[in-house]
Structures are given as C-alpha cells and as structure tokens.
C-alpha cells in the first residue's frame, strides 16, 4: 500500500518535471524541473529500500543529492555568466552554439 | 496513522510538484520545489530513512534550493517570465509524452504485485555510515573529487572579470 503510494507519487512527479523541461523555455525553470526529476527518483529508492530492506536505495539518495548539489552550483554559475553576457535566459535567444 | 500520514504528504508533495510545472515565475515555481521537497522529507521519515530526511532539509531545502532562489533573485528576470514561451507544437508534443509517460508508468507500476505491508525498517545512522565508508568507499571519494571540481569550476565561471 505505502510501497505503491510511493511509486505513484514517484512516478507522477517525474512525468511533471518531464514536462516542466519541455514545456518551459527559461534556463532555470528547465533546471527546477531537473531537480523535480532527481527527487522523484530518490523518493522512488528509499521506497524500494524500505520495502526490501537493505540500505543500498539510501546510500544511492546520498550521491543523488552529492550530484545534484554539485550540478545546481556549477550550472547557476553558466547562468549568471549566460545572464551577465546576454541580457536573456531564454534558452531560444541562447543559440550561438546550435546555428 | 502511518498510512493516513504519508498519504496526506503525498498528495501535499504532489499537490507542489503541479504548482512547480504550472507556474511560470522562477521564484514562485522554486519555492514550490521547496514544498515538494519539505513534504519528500516527511516521507523519507515515514519510509525510515531518517537520515536521509535530514538531509534532505538541511543539504536539498538549505542549501541547493537556497543557492536557486538567489541567483533567481540576483538576475533581473522581469519580463523573462512572459517571452519564455513554447512554441504551440511543441507545447502540443510535450503534453501528449507527458500523458504516455504518466499512463505507461501508472500502469507498470498498478500491474505489479507490490507486498501490501512495508518492513519498517529502523536502520540506524551507523549502519548507513558503515556502509558508505566500506562498499561504497571508492564512489564516495570520488563524488568528493567531484564536488571539489563543482566548486572550483563554479568559483571560476561566475567571477566578474570572466573573458
């Protein structure tokens, strides 16, 4: 029962932060929508930990969180630079290296 | 009581992860992601990851949400909100992988045969230390490594006279 009420959830804010991602054209709204992604799949480890019983799933959500921090400082940083030279955020207006 | 608790902060997390996909203002879909993340760390608690609902607060909520909203702040994104805005097909094409997406993993997920009742499990912070310092011992050095590069490489990015 609390094993698929987890999953569920798991799996509905995944999908949510999927389509944050696609639907958004701002750089750090594409991001938040990453951060969603990540913690719907550390909420889906911890599940699987608790329903099996071994501490693998949160050793996982360790390093998930490790990662993330470290993404979130290094990617800000490329925004503010992005901001600082472009004026804009907007992931259509930032093109330079696409055509 | 456990079941009623975690099925309220469930929907309390889902509830923030909707608002996180439907508003458009970086800070108010931010502090969204601090709600989910507040109600996650209730569930960890639940599931019996006690550490890890610490953490969860103190390193995703304190620290990585935090270092969002000041940069969301330090930006001048006023008017930014308004001309990020997808392209009709492509808002079309998102909505519709959304609901596969959702469907496909809904229905894998309603099709297994899930154990009703969950071990609770009460590991203690001892085992999950001992755990990281002898199997899990060369993946955490090397995610040290990496957050000392991440710092490095951010402190290099974003310094003012960046050529």
Known sequence: ?99 | MTTALFLAFAGLALLFGLLVAALKHPLYAALSLVGVIGCLSVLFYLLGATFLAMVQLIVYAGATLVLFLFVIMLLDLRGEARQAEAHPVQKGMALVLFAAFLCAGVGTVLVQKLPLATKLVKPGVADLGRLLFTRYLLPFEAVTLLLLAAAVGAFLLARKEWK
């Open chain 1, 1 to 99: 029962m609390i094993l698929t009420a987890a999953l569920l959830l798991g799996m509905a804010l995944f999908a949510l932060g999927l389509v944050t991602v696609m639907l958004r054209r701002s750089a750090i709204l594409i991001f938040l929508g990453i951060e969603l992604m990540l913690n719907a799949a550390n909420l889906t480890f911890v599940a699987f930990s608790n329903a099996t019983g071994s501490l693998d799933g949160q050793i996982a959500v360790i390093f998930t969180i490790a990662i993330a921090a470290a993404e979130a400082g290094v990617g800000l940083a490329i925004f503010i630079v992005l901001f600082r030279r472009f004026k804009t955020q907007s992931v259509d207006d930032l093109r330079i290296l696409r055509w």
